[in-house]
């Protein structure tokens, strides 16, 4: 059974800080994606990562694909109160979610 | 404004009612899906449909019906469901469910209250 462990679970950090979470699997994923799902709404697919090694950037969020495509970080730079929400990685394969890292930036 | 649209955003229901959740959407997507989202669990995919065909079931109770009439619409019939359901049903589409690599794209959901 394929599983995507994300870390940590909660964060909450002051505005102005850099952050990194984690996803993590014992599984090879063709792709990986990550989604922000503010409260009362359904998540938002903010990037999809295929090529091992790859880095993509979405203004201040950085999204790495391991090398081995069994894993994937989000970074945060400056985090702002807007990047408040739980972040989900998602593999495409068989279409499973991680459980979530919910970030809560401070002003 | 998703492209997925669920209604209602709301429900409170008996565990003897009967009440319908309904999903549309028109992305040009062939493939719908319904997940539950409950605290301190992953999103769990109930039901994937292509082409208004069922193509995974995973292993729902019965209370739960699914039924897609055509490729924009989705609902999910409920009856005689526990408090234990209470979650968020969300409704998901992509363009076909071997492209999942493109994304999904999902509606706001139901916050569903079982009393």
């Known amino acids: 059974t394929q599983l995507l462990e994300q870390s940590p679970q909660f964060l909450s950090i002051q505005e102005g800080e850099n952050l990194t979470v984690y996803c993590n699997s014992s599984s090879v994923f063709s792709s990986l994606q990550w989604y922000r799902q503010e409260p009362g709404e359904g998540p938002v697919l903010l990037v999809t990562v295929v090529t091992g090694g790859e880095v993509k950037k979405l203004k201040r969020l950085t999204f790495q694909f391991g090398d081995a495509r069994k894993d994937s970080s989000l970074h945060i730079t400056a985090a702002q109160p807007g990047d408040t929400g739980l972040y989900l990685c998602?593999?495409?394969?068989?279409?499973?979610f991680g459980k979530g890292t919910r970030l809560h930036i401070l002003p | 404004e998703t492209g997925v649209t669920q209604t209602p955003r709301h429900l409170v229901m008996g565990m003897t009612n009967k009440k319908s959740l309904k999903c549309e959407q028109h992305l040009g997507h062939n493939a719908m899906y319904w997940y539950k989202q409950s605290a301190k669990k992953p999103l769990e995919l109930m039901f994937v449909y292509s082409l208004e065909e069922r193509v995974e079931n995973n292993s729902v109770p019965s209370r739960f019906s699914p039924e897609c009439p055509n490729s924009s619409h989705l609902f999910l019939h409920l009856h005689t469901l526990q408090p234990e359901d209470s979650a968020l049903y969300l409704c998901a589409s992509s363009h076909s469910p071997g492209q999942g690599a493109v994304g999904y794209t999902f509606g706001s959901g139901t916050r569903l209250t079982v009393v």
């Open positions: 998602a593999g495409a394969d068989k279409i499973i």
